[in-house]
């Protein structure tokens, strides 16, 4: 209310170009019905995108240099590796799930043989360290410190 004419004005907001209920109730239904296919494509983003990281992981695997891989194993690995980028390139959800599965059931068996050796030669290393130990010659002294 204004004080000097006793007036009182008013503001009413109404929403003109807003969408009427049966329009959301239509976008609503229509959401709903495309929810499976929303998330079919999500689970094949989801799974192709895992592929590809795999894809590098593998690549930076076979870079590596370690005698206890067999060249056999490099070599399914590869190929692989090489069926999975075929699967992706054709955007074949279902060869490139089950390729995944194999390549990752691969790979594991290669990074089995990777750590399996070593550390029976650190084992081995480690008891040679323990059994030379006792062939030092160690003198023992007694100390004084002196003051200045």
Do not use: W
């Not at 209920?21 to 799974?47: C, Q, Y």
């Not at 692989?80 to 074949?92: V, Y």
């Amino acid at each position: 209310m204004d004080k000097a004419t006793n007036k009182t004005q008013s503001i009413t907001i109404s929403n003109s170009s807003g969408l009427s209920d049966d329009e959301i109730d239509r976008m609503v239904k229509e959401a709903e019905s495309h929810k499976a296919e929303d998330d079919k494509k999500k689970e094949d983003i989801e799974t192709r995108n895992k592929a590809e990281s795999y894809i590098n992981q593998i690549d930076e695997t076979l870079k590596s240099d370690n005698q206890n891989v067999t060249q056999q194993q490099k070599d399914e690995v590869k190929k692989l590796r090489d069926e999975l980028k075929e699967a992706i390139d054709k955007n074949d959800m279902d060869g490139l799930k089950i390729k995944l599965e194999a390549l990752e059931k691969a790979a594991n068996d290669m990074a089995q043989s990777m750590y399996q050796n070593p550390g029976a030669a650190q084992g081995a290393a480690g008891a040679a360290g323990n059994s030379s130990a006792g062939n030092d010659d160690v003198v023992d002294a007694d100390f004084k410190e002196k003051k200045n």
